[in-house]
């Protein structure tokens, strides 16, 4: 099979630029990673605290998200020593490289509702 034009004149900074988003795409899969690091944004949190704010998660699926993130180097899993033991979890200092990417999303998903509700509205 022959490769288009395009696909054959595509520059190494264009293939570079590609890897970098198939990269962080890798990094934030998962239907709630976002959400966890848009909540994690607002400051330290418990289990139960992050449970609640990412409504719809299952205890399960929020620590196997939270030990990727761990894993990732983009949350800190802080054991604090009480009776019983309490756990806390904040964005790393890489974690908080991804605010202004959070922050873009929200604008846009923000903009994006009020758009299709003003096109609802006038039909």
Not at 35 to 40: D, E, V
Not at 89 to 98: A, D, K, M, P
Request: net charge positive.
């Amino acid at each position: 099979m022959k490769k288009s034009p395009v696909i054959e004149n595509i520059s190494p900074n264009c293939l570079k630029h590609l890897k970098a988003i198939n990269d962080t795409r890798d990094m934030l899969s998962g239907k709630w990673k976002v959400m966890i690091i848009g909540s994690l944004s607002f400051g330290k949190m418990r289990f139960s605290e992050l449970q609640t704010l990412v409504d719809g998660i299952g205890p399960k699926m929020l620590s196997k998200e939270l030990q990727e993130l761990v894993l990732n180097r983009l949350v800190i899993r802080n054991a604090v020593d009480t009776k019983p033991l309490t756990v806390e979890y904040e964005l790393s200092t890489l974690g908080q490289t991804l605010k202004p990417v959070i922050e873009a999303m929200a604008d846009w998903g923000e903009k994006y509702r009020c758009d299709i509700i003003s096109h609802i509205k006038a039909t």
